[in-house]
């Protein structure tokens, strides 16, 4: 049977009345996309248009189905599934044996996304306010070497770590910093966080031989290091990090950075 002719029928047809038509096929997945105007963004303002995608996705294993949802507003780009749709299939996937059965599931999925779906996508499509910007992440990128430096120079820090205290010295000061500047409104702060994100990022750059990477699908530049150092998004933990003031649960990702970089030096 076409798959793909009957998902268009039957889930793009009932999708149409709200706004959404089919965009491709991108190997197991059918992917339906809206353009919803007006939605105050935080990442990017002089952007007020977010996407919203509705994903059939066909299972590589099973004769199933699930239908998943996301949208390009920063901190929802991981798809998400209904929790509504569990009790029809394990973890929200849902058989199926034919035909006939293949387009009642298919039904199932349209009618669900219609009625819970929507509020889903509407959900996903608010940004928080503080977040990294296009324009941080942008800067960050460009210029990380010299916002890196510009920050030593700033705070007189001692960039050469002779011994694993020194490492340890840079993060006590750099806590001492963010924890100060809390009280300030973001605005006034961002520099200062692109420039502490900078300075972790470089010298993961120089101790474990980490590399800037901006993706297209990205909305901050991350840095990438060989096993057994894992991808760190620097701009990410540390307005996380702010946000917070620092408290326990966001500043362990920060002690994580830390303890990367002292084991580059044993």
């Known amino acids: 049977m076409k798959k793909t002719q009957i998902i268009k029928q039957i889930v793009g047809e009932k999708l149409k009345d709200y706004g959404f038509t089919y965009q491709k096929t991108d190997g197991s997945c059918r992917i339906f996309i809206r353009e919803v105007q007006g939605i105050k963004r935080y990442y990017d303002p002089e952007n007020q248009v977010i996407k919203q995608y509705v994903n059939i996705q066909e299972s590589n294993f099973s004769q199933s189905l699930i239908v998943r949802f996301h949208t390009d507003a920063y901190g929802y780009g991981i798809e ?3 929790e509504e749709l569990k009790k029809y ?3 929200g996937w849902v ?5 006939k059965t293949y387009k009642e599931r298919l039904c199932l999925l349209a009618d669900l996304t219609v009625e819970y779906g929507l509020d889903l996508l509407e959900k996903m499509s ?10 941080m992440a942008e800067k960050l990128y460009n210029e990380h070497k010299h916002l890196a430096d510009a920050f030593v120079e700033e705070y007189q820090i001692k ?3 002779g011994q694993l205290s020194d490492i340890d010295e840079w993060f006590n000061r750099i806590k001492i910093i963010l924890v100060k500047s809390t009280d ?5 702060v961002k520099e200062l966080l692109v420039k502490i994100a900078a300075f972790i990022g470089e010298k993961a750059c120089e ?3 980490y590399k800037w990477l901006f993706p297209s699908h990205f909305k901050a530049p991350e840095i990438v290091g060989s096993d057994p150092y894992p991808n760190l998004m620097p701009l990410n933990l540390v307005v996380n990090a702010w946000k917070n003031k620092c408290n326990d649960q966001s500043w362990k990702f920060i002690d994580g950075c830390r303890d990367i970089l002292k084991r580059g030096i044993t």
């Open 159 to 161: 960039i050469i770590p």
């Open 95 to 99: 058989t199926y044996l034919d035909k």
């Open 184 to 188: 300030s409104p973001y605005e006034e």
């Open 126 to 135: 608010h940004e928080e306010e503080i977040i990294p910007t296009k324009a």
């Open 207 to 209: 101790i474990n031989s």
């Open 89 to 91: 299939g394990t973890g």
């Open 80 to 82: 998400q599934g209904l």
